[in-house]
């Protein structure tokens, strides 16, 4: 056996042994993800370890299975006599397996960039909403809605979400009045892009466009831009004054199933100041903007 054949033989071998190493490596990757994800009991855990986690460890995943895919490439030709000396092709193959291997790579980061957050979005919605148990009773606990959870959170988380910087979840468990308060990032996490379909509307700028006779804000303009097709859009929020003694005495008489719905859009037409657009996370926010809304006061400003 001349050097050549030898050196090739020994090649292909580590080809081969790279690519299911590779492989392995990858698939173990996601086990031990999901394995993590598991063993954390606190729903509000399995939330916040898969919103910081699973995208930046799904990318390392498909990078290692790149590499192996450019091992595979590389044995392309291994049964054939005629290729069986190092010449151009070997070096012509290495290159297409390091091209192949980085293709695959960049793709499956573009994937898990724009289309995967539709796909992780609905997989934090299961965690958010999941009937959360009181760990002293072991009684079902009812999440609050916008109005009711008022009563539970001071001003400053109330300011936070009035500017839906931050959002809170208050759990109740009604037999034993035992309160829990979870936080979640607001519309700092990427939103639907009405344009492409993708998750990745963020917002970029944030500014108060009208204020109340006290000079505190009244209307909050936020300006968004698609990280994937640079589409642009201004939002305009209504900052309530109401605090939480006006909601004390507020009862829902239907509960309404919500928690499917990510965005309500409400366009008003007027004769006086034309088209004003407000969205709103939530069913809740949405009406009672709808019931504060005076079109005498929006056409004077």
């Not at 070096?91 to 992780?120: D, H, N, Q």
């Not at 760990?135 to 936070?160: C, F, I, W, Y």
């Not at 939002?235 to 309530?240: K, L, V």
Request: charged share 30%; aromatic share 14%.
């Amino acid at each position: 056996m001349s050097d050549q054949d030898a050196f090739l033989e020994i090649w292909y071998n580590a080809m081969i042994i790279a690519a299911i190493v590779c492989f392995s490596i990858a698939f173990l990757i996601y086990l031990v993800h999901n394995f993590r994800v598991a063993v954390i009991k606190e729903f509000k855990g399995k939330y916040d370890y898969i919103l910081i986690h699973e995208v930046r460890i799904y990318k390392k995943a498909f990078i290692v299975v790149g590499v192996g895919i450019g091992c595979l490439i590389n044995l392309y030709g291994s049964g054939e006599t005629a290729l069986n000396t190092i010449g151009v092709w070997f070096f012509v193959r290495m290159f297409f397996a390091i091209s192949g291997g980085t293709l695959i790579a960049y793709v499956s980061s573009l994937v898990l960039e724009y289309y995967y957050p539709t796909k992780l979005n609905s997989k934090l919605k299961k965690w958010r909403y999941m009937p959360r148990v009181n760990p002293k009773t072991g009684n079902k606990m009812r999440l609050l809605s916008e109005e009711e959870e008022d009563v539970h959170l001071d001003l400053g988380k109330q300011a936070e979400e009035s500017i839906f910087s931050i959002d809170y979840d208050v759990w109740i468990d009604e037999k034993s009045s035992d309160i829990k308060i979870e936080k979640y990032e607001g519309h700092l996490a990427a939103l639907k892009c009405n344009n492409c379909g993708f998750f990745t509307m963020k917002v970029i700028k944030e500014e108060i466009t009208q204020r109340y006779e006290d000079e505190s804000p009244k209307e909050l303009v936020k300006h968004y831009k698609c990280a994937y097709c640079k589409n642009i859009r201004a939002t305009a929020f209504i900052i309530s004054k109401k605090e939480a003694e006006d909601y004390k005495d507020l009862r829902l008489s239907v509960r309404r199933n919500t928690k499917n719905i990510d965005l309500v859009k409400i366009e008003i037409h007027s004769i006086l100041s034309g088209k004003r657009f407000y969205e709103f996370p939530t069913i809740d926010q949405a009406q009672k903007f709808l019931e504060e809304f005076d079109v005498d006061k929006i056409a004077k400003s």
